[in-house]
């Protein structure tokens, strides 16, 4: 027998061949490096930096004696305000990351079949804008029709936004960078005109209405918590992305797309159809994002709805590494760090920009790990080394 | 004389492979070192290492006798060794001087690139070696012997006195492999000593001063040119005897499995470089195409596999016609193809091996049921081929790009061989593989023929269309001078019309001489 065959095969878990542990201790590194540059920034404004990251902790996750509290309270009395206000800066951060989630998907996506999306705002604000669409206009339906169909229509409205582009590369060769970049400005100026004209609501902001109740996607607790099912929509579509791009033939065909266009050819996959698809799927995630803030957290849409989910969601999909897991964590991360952002800023007066420095170096970190492994002088597991040009053949 | 460089006791593990074990090796001044083995021995290994891009587990380097650390290329190159890589590292979209420069650039005032600098040193480089290339040509544009030239202008540039070829020949002519080694011989004249890699034994006898033979990641023994002969050569390296002629009974040729009708195809820049050619391949027997190569032989190849679209003309596959069909249509007619550019068609690099085993056929069952894909089947394929086509591979989970060249070839023939096929198109099906893989290939080409495959055979090795054709077709700038029956064919004359030359003219010419 030959020297190789002497080891036992195993079956390597996680994401990308190595185990799980080594694929999150880059990551939980870059993020706390973020967290110590962070700080010195922080000790640079003149701020302790304990206040500052103990108001952070707390306005995302919330505190600990506070919650134990609110539980005793409603226990004996049956009072639940205090436990509310406890629970309130957790179920926050995962309305924020709901969004992050399927946007980062969107991206993901894209990546996977070698698209780089960057419609992703556009596509969500479509989205928001169709589902409200539905939300609004159609009456009388009951909740079980009227929430899917409200959902739907989001879906559908994204992924004719991302088809558009993918159908001119495919057809035109044109690139999807410039394409989807115009696609987000048409959406822009549209919805500017859908809020101002046939879309607004009686008034003079420039809003939609309100949607029907039925279109709502329900809240798990009452207000002010806004947590709702939402994020259980987001987790079940990473999952469904997840499932259907690396369990499906489908799936397969797309990353052969992404990974070697021509050996796909080779093996005879369609490649611009490949595109099409791609774009419409990133398209409908994008989408979904949109449905999922109308009709879990705002009820209507209004200008400046989509507040930059669409282009953060380029970095989710690179920190994620563009595996839905990996997104579904990575926006976790940011869904946090943005609403423990706003409790540090009112309570311990740093100003919400840290955050934004934070999150970018934990990106740049993430996006170069070469830096990660030499501050922590983590051995490099070799992988495959770039190869330019290939020497076969011309 | 002195060594310039040894190497001793290196030792190097993968997960799961020892790619190196405890190798010793010198190499002395002004000589070509020749380091043969079998695919997966560990010539690659061994010799990133030399170049510092991967660390040894154990094991001491020593350059003119100083013990060296090297932890990168940058220590190589500061040693004075260079390497041109088994795949080359050049970037296509950049012109011969960018890529020369590259990682080294000189500044005009500390802040402008000096091109011109560097254009009159590659000249001069070229003078010196007798390195012809045009500083200012794009690399994409340049066939890959050129290339090639480029890569080892690049390592003179960085003043290496060592320098290390991986596998140089497998991918050149004839007639540029007689280049180099006439290169390589300037060089030696200059001072410089040179370790090689190659699978061709003939090769070695000829230029090699001196003979390293690895197998298993271990050293077998070194044999001074003049003791050997291809045969030794190939036992040293498998292990036991091969057999370097392809043992084959006369063929059996049935009817007509392909058929070209006077087809055209241009390139992708749009050239034309196929021009009217019509030949047929019937069940049972092999066509081999010969023909130096960049003269319509890949495009032949990429319009009869429907990667690239027909201008004019017909290819009829048993009787359908399949000119500008899809691949995946073509594919599913039984036609299988062994690509010339591994890397480029034939696998997807960072894809696990068992994904690769199947690239063709996963939409079919038993590969995927509706849409979903039984990853089981998938991978009992994968290990039943590795097995079957002895794959060296630690487990079919690592991805192809950790495979040594010759054991990615393995896999793509291992895929195509597995489906049911009636035409098989196999272009260049052992570049760089070694002989004992080389053998078991013919073989199953033959068994593929016996078996009633029509087999087109495109191939720039003479060797190889000699062995394995039952007729013989050359082509020359874009046509077919002549499809001659194997048992007439000879080197001479397969040569002359591969010159585009018919050899019947020529004897008349030299008749006609006084
Ligand atoms: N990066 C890697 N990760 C894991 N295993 C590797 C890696 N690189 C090489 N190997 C393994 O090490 C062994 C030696 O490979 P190497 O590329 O050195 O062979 P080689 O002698 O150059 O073969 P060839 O003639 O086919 O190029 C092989 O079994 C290969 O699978
Ligand atoms: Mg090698």
Same mark, same amino acid.
């Given at each position: %027998?030959?020297?190789?065959?002497?080891?036992?095969?195993?079956?390597?878990?996680?994401?990308?061949?190595?185990?799980?542990?080594?694929?999150?201790?880059?990551?939980?590194?870059?993020?706390?490096?973020?967290?110590?540059?962070?700080?010195?920034?922080?000790? #640079?404004?003149?701020?302790?930096?304990?206040?500052?990251?103990?108001?952070?902790?707390?306005?995302?996750?919330?505190?600990?004696?506070?919650?134990?509290?609110?539980?005793?309270?409603?226990?004996?009395?049956?009072?639940?305000?205090?436990?509310?206000?406890?629970?309130?800066?957790?179920?926050?951060?995962?309305?924020?990351?709901?969004?992050?989630?399927?946007?980062?998907?969107?991206?993901?996506?894209?990546?996977?079949?070698?698209?780089?999306?960057?419609?992703?705002?556009?596509?969500?604000?479509?989205?928001?804008?169709?589902? #409200?669409?539905?939300?609004?206009?159609?009456?009388?339906?009951?909740?079980?029709?009227?929430?899917?169909?409200?959902?739907?229509?989001?879906?559908?409205?994204?992924?004719?936004?991302?088809?558009?582009?993918?159908?001119?590369?495919?057809?035109?060769?044109?690139?999807?960078?410039?394409?989807?970049? %115009?696609?987000?400005?048409?959406?822009?100026?549209?919805?500017?005109?859908?809020?101002?004209?046939? %879309?607004?609501?009686?008034?003079?902001?420039?809003?939609?209405?309100?949607?029907?109740?039925?279109?709502?996607?329900?809240?798990?607790?009452?207000?002010?918590?806004?947590?709702?099912?939402?994020?259980?929509?987001?987790?079940?579509?990473?999952?469904?992305?997840?499932?259907?791009?690396?369990?499906?033939?489908?799936?397969?065909? =797309?990353?052969?797309?992404?990974?070697?266009?021509? #050996?796909?050819?080779?093996?005879?996959?369609? =490649?611009?159809?490949?595109?099409?698809?791609?774009?419409?799927?990133?398209?409908?995630?994008?989408?979904?994002?949109?449905?999922?803030?109308?009709?879990?957290?705002?009820?209507?849409?209004?200008?400046?709805?989509?507040?930059?989910?669409?282009?953060?969601?380029?970095?989710?999909?690179?920190?994620?590494?563009?595996?839905?897991?990996?997104?579904?964590?990575?926006?976790?991360?940011?869904?946090?760090?943005?609403?423990?952002?706003?409790? %540090?800023?009112?309570?311990?007066? =740093?100003?919400?920009?840290?955050?934004?420095?934070?999150?970018?170096?934990? =990106?740049?970190?993430?996006?170069?790990? #070469?830096?990660?492994?030499?501050?922590?002088?983590?051995?490099?597991?070799?992988?495959?080394?770039?190869?330019?040009?290939?020497?076969?053949?011309? | 004389?002195?060594?310039?460089?040894?190497?001793?006791?290196?030792?190097?593990?993968?997960?799961?492979?020892?790619?190196?074990?405890?190798?010793?090796?010198?190499?002395?001044?002004?000589?070509?070192?020749?380091?043969?083995?079998?695919?997966?021995?560990?010539?690659?290994?061994?010799?990133?290492?030399?170049?510092?891009?991967?660390?040894?587990?154990?094991?001491?380097?020593?350059?003119?006798?100083?013990?060296?650390?090297?932890?990168?290329?940058?220590?190589?190159?500061?040693?004075?060794?260079?390497?041109?890589?088994?795949?080359?590292?050049?970037?296509?979209?950049?012109?011969?001087?960018?890529?020369?420069?590259?990682?080294?650039?000189?500044?005009?005032?500390?802040?402008?690139?000096?091109?011109?600098?560097?254009?009159?040193?590659?000249?001069?480089?070229?003078?010196?070696?007798?390195?012809?290339?045009?500083?200012?040509?794009?690399?994409?544009?340049?066939?890959?012997?050129?290339?090639?030239?480029?890569?080892?202008?690049?390592?003179?540039?960085?003043?290496?006195?060592?320098?290390?070829?991986?596998?140089?020949?497998?991918?050149?002519?004839?007639?540029?492999?007689?280049?180099?080694?006439?290169?390589?011989?300037?060089?030696?004249?200059?001072?410089?000593?040179?370790?090689?890699?190659?699978?061709?034994?003939?090769?070695?006898?000829?230029?090699?001063?001196?003979?390293?033979?690895?197998?298993?990641?271990?050293?077998?023994?070194?044999?001074?040119?003049?003791?050997?002969?291809?045969?030794?050569?190939?036992?040293?390296?498998?292990?036991?005897?091969?057999?370097?002629?392809?043992?084959?009974?006369?063929?059996?040729?049935?009817?007509?499995?392909?058929?070209?009708?006077?087809?055209?195809?241009?390139?992708?820049?749009?050239?034309?470089?196929?021009?009217?050619?019509?030949?047929?391949?019937?069940?049972?027997?092999?066509?081999?195409?010969?023909?130096?190569?960049?003269?319509?032989?890949?495009?032949?190849?990429?319009?009869?596999?429907?990667?690239?679209?027909?201008?004019?003309?017909?290819?009829?596959?048993?009787?359908?016609?399949?000119?500008?069909?899809?691949?995946?249509?073509?594919?599913?007619?039984?036609?299988?193809?062994?690509?010339?550019?591994?890397?480029?068609?034939?696998?997807?690099?960072?894809?696990?091996?068992?994904?690769?085993?199947?690239?063709?056929?996963?939409?079919?069952?038993?590969?995927?049921?509706?849409?979903?894909?039984?990853?089981?089947?998938?991978?009992?394929?994968?290990?039943?081929?590795?097995?079957?086509?002895?794959?060296?591979?630690?487990?079919?989970?690592?991805?192809?790009?950790?495979?040594?060249?010759?054991?990615?070839?393995?896999?793509?023939?291992?895929?195509?061989?597995?489906?049911?096929?009636?035409?098989?198109?196999?272009?260049?099906?052992?570049?760089?593989?070694?002989?004992?893989?080389?053998?078991?290939?013919?073989?199953?080409?033959?068994?593929?023929?016996?078996?009633?495959?029509?087999?087109?055979?495109?191939?720039?090795?003479?060797?190889?269309?000699?062995?394995?054709?039952?007729?013989?077709?050359?082509?020359?700038?874009?046509?077919?001078?002549?499809?001659?029956?194997?048992?007439?064919?000879?080197?001479?004359?397969?040569?002359?019309?591969?010159?585009?030359?018919?050899?019947?003219?020529?004897?008349?010419?030299?008749?006609?001489?006084?």
């Amino acid at each position: %027998m030959t020297q190789t065959a002497t080891v036992k095969a195993t079956k390597p878990k996680g994401i990308g061949g190595g185990t799980l542990g080594q694929a999150l201790l880059v990551p939980a590194l870059a993020v706390l490096s973020g967290l110590i540059i962070g700080a010195i920034f922080i000790l #640079a404004i003149g701020e302790n930096v304990l206040t500052a990251y103990g108001a952070l902790f707390r306005g995302s996750f919330g505190s600990l004696p506070a919650l134990i509290e609110g539980i005793r309270v409603y226990f004996s009395t049956g009072e639940n305000q205090a436990l509310v206000r406890a629970l309130y800066p957790f179920t926050e951060s995962l309305v924020t990351a709901t969004p992050y989630i399927l946007t980062g998907l969107s991206v993901a996506v894209g990546f996977r079949c070698g698209l780089f999306n960057i419609g992703a705002e556009g596509q969500f604000f479509i989205g928001a804008l169709c589902s #409200a669409f539905v939300g609004y206009s159609i009456r009388g339906l009951p909740a079980f029709i009227h929430l899917p169909l409200a959902i739907l229509g989001g879906a559908l409205g994204g992924a004719v936004w991302g088809m558009i582009p993918g159908y001119l590369k495919a057809r035109f060769g044109a690139h999807e960078v410039v394409n989807t970049i %115009m696609m987000n400005w048409i959406a822009f100026r549209l919805s500017d005109w859908l809020l101002n004209g046939p %879309m607004q609501a009686s008034g003079f902001r420039p809003v939609t209405p309100n949607i029907q109740p039925t279109a709502e996607l329900p809240r798990f607790f009452a207000d002010p918590l806004r947590f709702n099912w939402g994020f259980v929509l987001a987790l079940v579509m990473a999952y469904i992305v997840y499932w259907f791009l690396f369990k499906t033939t489908l799936g397969f065909e =797309i990353r052969s797309v992404g990974a070697n266009p021509d #050996a796909a050819r080779y093996a005879g996959m369609n =490649i611009v159809k490949n595109f099409v698809f791609v774009m419409a799927l990133a398209g409908g995630l994008a989408g979904m994002a949109g449905s999922a803030q109308v009709l879990g957290v705002d009820h209507w849409v209004g200008q400046g709805f989509a507040a930059g989910y669409g282009f953060d969601a380029i970095a989710l999909a690179l920190v994620g590494k563009s595996h839905p897991f990996g997104v579904v964590l990575a926006a976790l991360l940011f869904g946090f760090l943005r609403s423990g952002a706003t409790e %540090m800023q009112s309570m311990a007066g =740093i100003p919400i920009d840290i955050i934004s420095i934070i999150q970018g170096l934990v =990106i740049i970190f993430i996006a170069a790990p #070469a830096i990660i492994r030499w501050i922590y002088r983590i051995p490099t597991i070799k992988t495959e080394e770039t190869v330019l040009t290939r020497g076969w053949g011309s | 004389m002195t060594n310039v460089l040894e190497l001793r006791g290196i030792t190097k593990r993968f997960p799961g492979v020892l790619a190196n074990d405890k190798v010793d090796i010198t190499l002395r001044e002004g000589k070509i070192l020749a380091l043969l083995g079998e695919n997966g021995a560990g010539k690659t290994t061994l010799m990133n290492i030399l170049y510092g891009l991967y660390k040894p587990d154990e094991g001491q380097i020593f350059v003119r006798g100083q013990e060296v650390d090297i932890q990168s290329p940058n220590d190589a190159i500061a040693r004075g060794i260079g390497m041109v890589h088994q795949h080359f590292m050049l970037v296509p979209v950049m012109t011969v001087t960018e890529n020369v420069m590259l990682g080294v650039e000189p500044t005009k005032n500390g802040v402008f690139l000096d091109h011109d600098k560097v254009a009159d040193r590659i000249r001069e480089i070229s003078d010196q070696y007798g390195l012809e290339v045009d500083p200012h040509a794009y690399i994409k544009d340049l066939p890959v012997g050129i290339q090639q030239r480029v890569e080892i202008i690049k390592v003179l540039y960085r003043q290496a006195d060592i320098l290390i070829l991986d596998e140089p020949t497998a991918v050149l002519t004839p007639q540029e492999v007689e280049g180099l080694f006439r290169i390589l011989q300037t060089l030696i004249d200059k001072g410089k000593s040179i370790i090689f890699i190659t699978h061709k034994l003939k090769e070695v006898m000829n230029a090699a001063d001196d003979i390293t033979v690895l197998r298993l990641g271990r050293i077998v023994g070194s044999i001074d040119p003049k003791d050997a002969t291809p045969e030794i050569l190939a036992s040293m390296m498998v292990g036991r005897d091969v057999n370097l002629v392809v043992m084959k009974q006369p063929a059996k040729p049935g009817e007509d499995v392909l058929k070209v009708n006077d087809l055209y195809v241009r390139d992708e820049r749009k050239n034309m470089t196929v021009n009217g050619v019509s030949f047929d391949v019937c069940k049972g027997e092999v066509l081999g195409v010969a023909g130096v190569q960049g003269n319509g032989q890949t495009e032949l190849v990429y319009a009869l596999t429907g990667l690239l679209p027909v201008e004019s003309g017909e290819i009829y596959l048993s009787g359908t016609a399949i000119h500008n069909k899809s691949p995946r249509t073509i594919l599913e007619h039984g036609v299988a193809h062994i690509p010339e550019d591994r890397q480029r068609h034939g696998l997807i690099l960072s894809f696990p091996i068992y994904d690769n085993m199947m690239l063709c056929t996963y939409y079919e069952a038993p590969f995927a049921k509706g849409v979903s894909l039984q990853e089981n089947v998938i991978q009992n394929n994968a290990e039943t081929l590795v097995k079957q086509y002895d794959v060296r591979t630690p487990n079919i989970y690592v991805n192809a790009s950790a495979l040594s060249g010759g054991n990615q070839q393995k896999v793509i023939v291992a895929r195509e061989f597995s489906r049911p096929i009636q035409l098989l198109i196999a272009s260049q099906p052992t570049r760089g593989l070694d002989v004992g893989s080389i053998e078991y290939i013919h073989n199953q080409i033959i068994k593929k023929r016996d078996e009633g495959t029509g087999v087109l055979l495109v191939s720039s090795e003479l060797d190889e269309i000699l062995a394995l054709s039952d007729r013989i077709a050359v082509m020359y700038k874009g046509q077919i001078m002549d499809v001659l029956d194997a048992k007439n064919a000879n080197k001479d004359n397969l040569g002359l019309l591969m010159a585009g030359v018919h050899p019947s003219e020529s004897t008349q010419k030299e008749e006609r001489l006084p």
